[in-house]
């Protein structure tokens, strides 16, 4: 098998990308194979393309869990799945003032962005009413950018949201689609592709990533790199597999460091225009690499806790975020008052 010279082909990758051009699936599958002593090549040059398309600025997204638990859907890394024993606390819609008050919290402690996220399937129509007062009370209220993740959507609740001062939708397609199986039964794959259509045809920007350490192979999280891209979506997080006891992934191998510092400076190089956040299971996963894992081209995290695993204070992620560079992204609000529009 011919060898393929590393420094060469990150190089010319990088350039490519600089010069307007795109990474080639061909040369994708090349770097995921990258060896461990040209990793740093390879992030050093993801995070250049990310200074490039994204500058220094950092988006940091702080979760309210809104509703939990005993979700009628089988995914397999989910605490919150009805079908495994365990799992996360089980509760109703939170009142408009709990989601006011989880929002003004976020923006005190910095976060630029408040999403609020439910389990299972749609809201009833009384749960989704209180849903879009709590969020209209927040956009007139608290200085932050408005994101939601209630499931799958319709047109009209896309535009409501957006009515109520939501920018961003967030749906994750988790994995690549021959892979999604094996991960869900419940529904398909191509269901969560129609759900972020909708958000964009509804000028909500889509907010999409998936999870990686769930068994995929390399290629597997290249795919679900590609069909972002062609989907057109603006944020990508990337969780990383923190595994849940009782769910069907709870003894799944975990990803070396390493390996998600890869994935994540692959996925700039395919998304170069997007925000790529580093979402669930960093802390776990990445360890002493966090810091590492910013500079290999993400300019994105969830700050704080996720939906059923506890995160380190908002006030310590931010001031990792300005230890590795980054300027705090202002929410929307912040920045036209300063434009003066
Ligand atoms: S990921 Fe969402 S849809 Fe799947 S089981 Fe968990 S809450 Fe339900």
């Excluded at 590393?6 to 010319?12: A, N």
């Excluded at 990474?23 to 993801?46: F, G, K, Q, V, Y």
């Excluded at 890869?262 to 990445?286: C, D, H, S, W, Y």
């Amino acid at each position: 098998m011919e060898s393929v010279n590393y420094p060469e082909l990150i190089s010319r990758v990088e350039n490519s990308i600089l010069d307007g051009g795109e990474i080639l699936r061909s040369e994708a599958e090349a770097l995921a194979e990258t060896p461990d002593e040209h990793l740093m090549r390879l992030a050093a040059a993801a995070d250049r393309v990310r200074i490039k398309f994204k500058g220094d600025s950092f988006d940091s997204c702080s979760l309210i869990n809104a509703r939990s638990g005993r979700c009628g859907e089988d995914c397999a890394f989910c605490a919150q799945s009805g079908h495994y024993p365990g799992g996360s606390p089980v509760y109703g819609l939170v009142s408009v003032d709990e989601i006011l008050s989880a929002a003004r919290s976020a923006r005190e402690a910095g976060a630029s962005r408040f999403c609020t996220v439910t389990s299972g399937g749609a809201l009833s129509p009384t749960e989704f009413d209180r849903l879009l007062d709590a969020l209209s009370r927040v956009s007139r209220e608290v200085d932050i950018s408005l994101d939601a993740s209630v499931g799958f959507l319709d047109r009209e609740r896309a535009q409501a949201l957006r009515a109520a001062g939501v920018t961003r939708y967030n749906h994750n397609l988790e994995t690549s689609a021959d892979y999604y199986t094996r991960i869900c039964t419940t529904h398909r794959f191509e269901q969560r592709v129609q759900t972020v259509r909708t958000v964009m045809e509804a000028g909500l920007s889509a907010c999409c990533g998936g999870i990686i350490g769930m068994g995929e192979t390399p290629f597997q999280r290249l795919d679900l790199a590609f069909t972002l891209k062609q989907l057109g979506v603006d944020c990508v997080p990337i969780n990383i597999l923190n595994p849940r006891p009782g769910t069907p992934l709870e003894n799944a191998v975990p990803l070396q460091p390493l390996r998600i510092v890869k994935t994540i400076a692959l996925f700039r190089l395919i998304l170069p225009q997007a925000t790529i956040k580093i979402a669930g299971g960093r802390e776990v996963n990445l360890g002493d690499y966090q810091g590492l894992a910013l500079r290999a081209g993400a300019n994105g995290m969830i700050v704080g806790g996720y939906l059923t695993t506890g995160g380190r204070p908002v006030d310590q992620d931010v001031r990792m975020v300005e230890q590795a560079g980054f300027r705090m992204e202002m929410p929307c609000r912040e920045q036209s008052r300063r434009k003066g529009n």
